[in-house]
């Protein structure tokens, strides 16, 4: 049995529905502002969208953004490095694990600190469990903008099992916490990778399963083919990172471009998408998931034995519990550490980390000690949505809604 | 790292003002304001740095000359390398800056909240107003001289909340650094409360 699938062209026939300017002989049309958000539900979070309609037709689009700023970037210049990390959690709260790594490792690259391979292996499988549980999340809102319920039940009855390992793992399900400068919090508990790879095992089918409710769905493809195109020259002029870029054909993936915490080490592909539209970036996080286990699954095979954290690294990990009470040094150490930070020399770093929403970067900035001077949080989905004044022009106002799913943004981040 | 070193030393020729800039990771410059647009344009279109990856800028105090530093992480998709330019505002009252939005529209957003948090004045900036904070607010937040726990500002809106009879009330516990208290048993006690306990939402807070 052969198919032949065509893909509509939707931007197309809005185009050509679409009179132009003053030439409506039947009835004068005014133009006309809407407001959307900043509490509705297409808009994920806090964000408000300033539209001017003619008709139904989006002439102008401007995104109001600040409704989730606490000061981020203040709070940190006033508190300790160690003191820093609960407050990671919270920007693409999504993927806390993986902004701890992010973080962590911007401190270390400050501090010129390696940490063992251990650490960085542990870092690697949290980090790519955080960009399923992200990603699934995005799928399932993506799908509930678009008209599909469903796929949000299936998501998220998957995403508690990562709940599960996460709080096995860190003891808390949401905000993890769990980089320290110089190692992770604790060891990976016994038979924890056990478990995370009888996830993956029967992740894989169940992944094959959400994304057939989607991939050829006809009313999900109606609202995304062709919908919130984005060239590639836009998407790098405007500096989108993760797979909103991917999926416009730029196969930039700081995980292999840019290897940190040894993801040099594992085998992965990075989908790239061809049109760039909603439709597009929806394909390449489904695929991205799939590589996510794949890493995970390699990860796992070659765990390896040794630290957690970096065992020379005296004036920045705190030690280890037991030996404060026990120990003179150890005490006098923990106590330093944890009244004066973990000492920094003075220097600046920039480092991004392939987080799911795009690139996470932290600009930091020492004059040395336990404090820094300045730290700057470079948050993909604010500039993930620094597009949208271009991209919803001409749209309908239903398909702001499916680019916006498409987009997968999150305001923790985009805020600050 | 070669080609890296050779970008520097390119940009150097073509921009003799630049210097290089300490750096603890990626090569690093320092420009003379005027020279940005001109030197990231070069960067971009001859030197493969076609992602502006990141735009902010540091406050190094009051009384320090120059006071407010731009920089800019530039990121080559072919090369894989960052490179950081840096350029110093040259008035340390009113900064200003070239826009590079012509270079990068992406960096419409980045020099508004610049703008936002540290007041730099971004000139040929289409449209430069507030992003994080609302329109109208009177401060720049991200100054050094901008207190941790906030100024107290009326709300943005005055007449809706006239109108509907919103109580406006402090952000509890506004006044901070907050202390916990140790050896309370009580935990409500115990909870973190600011130092200034002179005032709260029940006892107006004194005139300075």
Known sequence: ?416 | MSATVDVTTALREKFPQATLRDSLDHPAVNLPAADVPAALRFLRDERGFDLLADLTAVDWAEGASPRFTVVYHLFSTAGHEYLRVAADCVSDLEPAMPSVTALWAGADWHERECYDMFGIRFEGHPDLRRILMWEGYPYHPLRKEFPLAGIETPLPDAEVAAATGTKVIAAPMAGGPFVASPGEINLTEAEPRAKDESWNERHEKPEA
Request: glycine share 10%.
């Open chain 1, 1 to 416: 049995m052969s198919t032949e699938f065509v893909i509509p062209d939707t931007a197309a026939k809005t185009a050509a529905a679409r009179p132009a300017p003053g030439e409506s002989a039947e009835f004068q049309t005014e133009k006309m502002s809407l407001s959307m958000g900043p509490s509705h539900p297409s808009t994920h979070g806090v964000l408000r969208l300033q539209l001017e309609l003619d008709g139904e037709i989006v002439t102008k689009c401007d995104p109001v953004v600040g409704y989730l700023h606490r000061g981020d970037e203040k709070i940190a210049e006033n508190m300790t490095y160690n003191q820093f990390v609960p407050y990671t959690d919270r920007l693409d709260y999504l993927a806390p694990l993986a902004n701890n790594m992010a973080y962590a490792i911007a401190v270390e690259k400050l501090a010129k600190l390696e940490v063992p391979a251990r650490c960085q292996a542990i870092r690697v499988i949290t980090a790519e469990m955080a960009r399923i549980s992200a990603h699934l999340l995005g799928l399932g809102a993506f799908g509930i903008d678009t008209g599909a319920w469903s796929v949000f039940m299936y998501s998220f009855t998957e995403r508690e099992k990562l709940y599960k390992l996460f709080e096995e793992l860190t003891g808390a399900r949401f905000t993890t916490s769990y980089s320290r400068i110089g190692g992770v919090a604790r060891d990976v508990p016994e038979g924890w990778t056990g478990r995370v790879n009888a996830f993956c095992d029967q992740f894989l089918p169940i992944l094959e399963e959400i994304l057939g409710l989607l991939t050829r769905n006809k009313i999900f493809m109606d609202r995304t083919v062709g919908v919130g195109v984005i060239s590639k020259e836009d998407a790098l002029a405007y500096g989108l990172t993760g797979p909103n870029l991917r999926g416009s054909g730029v196969p930039l993936d700081l995980r292999k471009d840019k290897p940190y915490s040894g993801y040099e080490q594992y085998e992965f592909d990075v989908p790239v998408g061809t049109k760039g539209d909603s439709y597009d970036r929806y394909l390449c996080r489904g695929e991205e998931m799939r590589q996510s286990v794949r890493i995970i699954r390699q990860a796992i095979a070659k765990f390896p034995a040794g630290k957690w954290y970096a065992e020379e690294a005296r004036r920045i990990y705190a030690p280890q519990k037991d030996k404060i009470l026990t120990s003179m040094e150890e005490l006098i150490q923990n106590f330093m550490i944890v009244t004066e930070g973990p000492q920094m020399p003075a220097g600046e770093v920039y480092f991004e980390a392939e987080n799911p929403k795009g690139a996470l970067g932290f600009y930091i900035v020492s004059k040395g000690g336990g404090v820094p001077w300045r730290l700057k949080i470079r948050g993909p989905s604010f500039c993930n949505l620094s597009i949208l004044p271009k991209v919803c022009v001409g749209t309908l106002v239903s398909d702001v809604v499916s680019i916006l799913g498409s987009l997968d943004f999150v305001m923790g981040e985009c805020d600050r």
